[in-house]
């Protein structure tokens, strides 16, 4: 079945960077669009990233901070991020989808959160 677990979260001081990783197995990797969100406590879920065929989204609050990348041979999503914020404090999940249904939306429909797949997230704490 289809599995995503994600690693690499943890405590760092602002400014710091962290680098998370999703795991996929079960289904054709290299043909689904991945996404990161994230939920901190309180607040709605948030798309973060997304990527398919090379193409990458980001939500605005994260641009030019974190990037997102895919090695298809290893089967693992990664989220780089950079110059680390608290307000980036949250449970980060990665999430896949076929992409024979999101390979043409948008990029900001990309970070919506219909995805059929989920992880079970890895906590990012950023302390000021």
């Known amino acids: 079945q289809v599995r995503l677990v994600e690693s690499g979260g943890g405590s760092v001081q602002a400014g710091g960077s962290l680098r998370l990783s999703c795991a996929a197995s079960?289904?054709?990797?290299?043909?689904?669009?991945m996404a990161w969100f994230r939920q901190a406590p309180g607040k709605e879920r948030e798309g973060v990233a997304a990527i398919v065929y090379g193409s990458t989204s980001y939500a605005d609050s994260v641009k030019g901070r974190f990037a997102i990348s895919r090695d298809n041979a290893k089967r693992i999503l990664y989220l780089q991020m950079n110059s680390l914020k608290p307000e980036d404090t949250a449970m980060y999940y990665c999430a896949a989808e076929s992409a024979a249904r999101c390979s043409t939306f948008s990029s900001g429909r990309r970070l919506e959160g219909w995805y059929s797949y989920w992880g079970q997230g890895t906590q990012v704490t950023v302390s000021s």
């Open positions: 079960g289904f054709t990797y290299s043909s689904y669009c």
